[in-house]
């Protein structure tokens, strides 16, 4: 039977609906309510992912979303309020301060048994219980969320919502540092300023790194510095050269694409040394050709990573004792119903915005 919280949960709710291309709206659905081993959530920050404007704006239509009407968002905190037929056995309660992730695995297949539920074989068959919530299952753009267990993780009461909204992108940082098999006292590129790479960054100071050196543009690189790595600023020096000109002309050992814009992954291999690791973390929307003579060669070894498997549970610790602090990258808030506001304040970068939250439910 399933339980819910003293105070009555209403029937209807406020959600961002995609309804076409480049088309949204803030309007009242139905609160949802939680199946098997489920549980309902209500939404307290909502951080904007540069996934979402790629889904608004229609790059993936017919996958993601599926079909519209839509609500999108995955970057998410909040607090339990009701839970689904299974859950008490699996030590969630009402009341619980939690973060999400999008990918639920199916439990089932070779990927998920073997703990790379973020491959599932059955992606996107819900009836088998695969899930990726923002995606192609409704997301958290609404007061409440409806979500699997498997994608929620208990926060402790010193990590505010609105960094622990951040927990899914670190979480992807810490799976790109890890899938790169860094060593400790690594020199370590990341191609990309913005806030997957100043993540990325901070995973790596925290999993060992001797230095880290982003590559990027603007005032972004400003907390570059400010978070103790070597700045390069694209627009004033090639960012193959500077790295190459920073290690006495070795390169990197390591070094993650966070960017997957234009010809960066390419970048990403010309940069990093002889024997050396590339991580490819951004979703790119293009081809690019890489010297593979020179992977050859010079054995490199390259990974790609598809956002994150079994890391939030690790970087939550690193985020509440402050090893990555998520609270420099947040630059603004906006109530949901703002949400317009918000949208073009991180697609424009107004005032120098990094993660915009947004607050379905506001004090």
Not at 332 to 340: D, G, I, Y
Request: charged letters at 25%; aromatic letters at 6%; a neutral charge.
């Amino acid at each position: 039977m399933a339980s819910a919280t003293t105070a009555q949960i209403v029937k209807t709710m406020d959600a961002l609906v995609l309804t076409g291309v480049n088309e949204f709206e803030v309007r009242p659905v139905e609160v949802p309510d939680p199946g098997r081993l489920e549980v309902l959530c209500r939404v307290e920050a909502v951080a904007i992912c540069g996934t979402d404007p790629e889904i608004i704006q229609g790059h993936f239509k017919g996958r993601w979303p599926r079909a519209y009407p839509f609500i999108p968002g995955h970057e998410w905190s909040g607090v339990v309020v009701k839970l689904g037929e299974g859950v008490e056995g699996f030590g969630f309660t009402v009341g619980d301060r939690v973060a999400g992730t999008s990918h639920a695995g199916c439990g089932i297949c070779r990927m998920c048994t073997t703990g790379r539920y973020n491959l599932c074989e059955n992606y996107g068959r819900e009836e088998v219980g695969h899930r990726q919530y923002g995606h192609y299952v409704n997301g958290a753009y609404a007061q409440y969320i409806r979500c699997s267990i498997k994608t929620i993780f208990k926060i402790p009461d010193s990590l505010p919502f609105d960094e622990a909204a951040l927990v899914d992108p670190a979480s992807i940082a810490l799976h790109s540092v890890k899938r790169g098999q860094i060593q400790p006292g690594d020199t370590v590129a990341v191609v990309g300023a913005g806030p997957l790479g100043l993540l990325a960054m901070q995973c790596a100071f925290a999993m060992g790194a001797g230095r880290v050196i982003v590559i990027g543009h603007g005032e972004r690189l400003q907390k570059v510095e400010e978070l103790g790595g070597e700045a390069v600023d694209n627009d004033r020096e090639d960012g193959v050269q500077a790295v190459h000109r920073l290690t006495g002309g070795r390169g990197a050992d390591l070094t993650i694409d966070c960017a997957a814009r234009g010809q960066t992954p390419r970048e990403s291999v010309e940069m990093t040394r002889k024997g050396g690791r590339v991580v490819l973390t951004g979703v790119p929307l293009e081809s690019v050709v890489l010297p593979l003579q020179r992977l050859v060669l010079e054995e490199m070894d390259v990974y790609g990573v598809r956002a994150n498997r079994g890391t939030c549970e690790e970087v939550i610790p690193l985020m509440a004792g402050k090893r990555i602090q998520a609270r420099h990258l947040i630059t603004h808030h906006f109530p949901l119903r703002e949400f317009r506001k918000a949208y073009e304040t991180f697609t424009q970068r107004i005032d120098a915005a990094m993660k915009v939250i947004v607050e379905p439910n506001p004090k």
